[in-house]
T-cell receptor, first 112, second 111 residues
Framework: GAGVSQSPSNKVTEKGKDVELRCDPI?????LYWYRQRLGQGLEFLIY????????KSGLPSDRFSAERTGESVSTLTIQRTQQEDSAVYLC??????????FGQGTRLTVV | AQTVTQSQPEMSVQEAETVTLSCTYD???????LFWYKQPPSRQMILVIR????KQQNATENRFSVNFQKAAKSFSLKISDSQLGDAAMYFC????????WGAGTKLIIKP
């Protein structure tokens, strides 16, 4: 596709359920980032994938959060046993190494 | 570790006036990229301008220009002839290998 695609756009889930968020990066982009953004706040780094290197998971807030990426393709962010504090917009971005990142439109997650 | 600091949580400017947003960063690297992104209420992140550290000339994109001071590790964004559509959060970012982000500055445009 022409840009970074995220699905779903919106997700409402019950507390305690697992959710999976998907990101389709721009073809050829070796780097992929996941961020969390709360209303009116900045970008909270979650995880960074670069090619076949080990991902930088230093931003994951707890072991309920995990992400996968196969090669330079789709990535999924999984949140297990969701809590109300997980409610936020989750943004995905991709880039070539060292250059500007292109962002998806985000997934708005609401935990009720 | 690299850091990016935006010291102005919020700025306001009269429509048609000029405003400057500040950004400083800390790095021991000599070759890197710097970026300004805009995030309007639609939440879509949009690249405004980028600067390569090895280039001394300041980047310009229409009404947007930067003042890149490498020795001072400063990278400010100047918006000329401010328009209502410029109202947004503005984020400064640094990249040598991985992107590092500032906390953002909310820009308000007064009609």
């Amino acid at each position: 596709g022409a840009g970074v695609s995220q699905s779903p756009s919106n997700k409402v889930t019950e507390k305690g359920k697992d959710v999976e968020l998907r990101c389709d990066p721009i073809s050829g982009h070796t780097a992929l980032y996941w961020y969390r953004q709360r209303l009116g706040q900045g970008l909270e780094f979650l995880i960074y994938f670069q090619g076949n290197s080990a991902p930088d998971k230093s931003g994951l807030p707890s072991d309920r959060f995990s992400a996968e990426r196969t090669g330079e393709s789709v990535s999924t962010l999984t949140i297990q046993r969701t809590q109300q504090e997980d409610s936020a917009v989750y943004l995905c971005a991709s880039s070539f190494i060292r250059t500007e990142a292109f962002f998806g439109q985000g997934t708005r997650l609401t935990v009720v | 570790a690299q850091t990016v600091t935006q010291s102005q949580p919020e700025m306001s400017v009269q429509e048609a006036e000029t405003v400057t947003l500040s950004c400083t960063y800390d790095t021991s690297e000599s070759d890197y990229y710097l970026f300004w992104y805009k995030q309007p209420p639609s939440r879509q992140m949009i690249l405004v301008i980028r600067q390569e550290a090895y280039k001394q000339q300041n980047a310009t994109e229409n009404r947007f220009s930067v003042n890149f001071q490498k020795a001072a590790k400063s990278f400010s964004l100047k918006i000329s002839d401010s328009q209502l559509g410029d109202a947004a959060m503005y984020f400064c970012a640094y990249s040598n290998y991985q992107l590092i982000w500032g906390a953002g500055t909310k820009l308000i445009i007064k009609p």
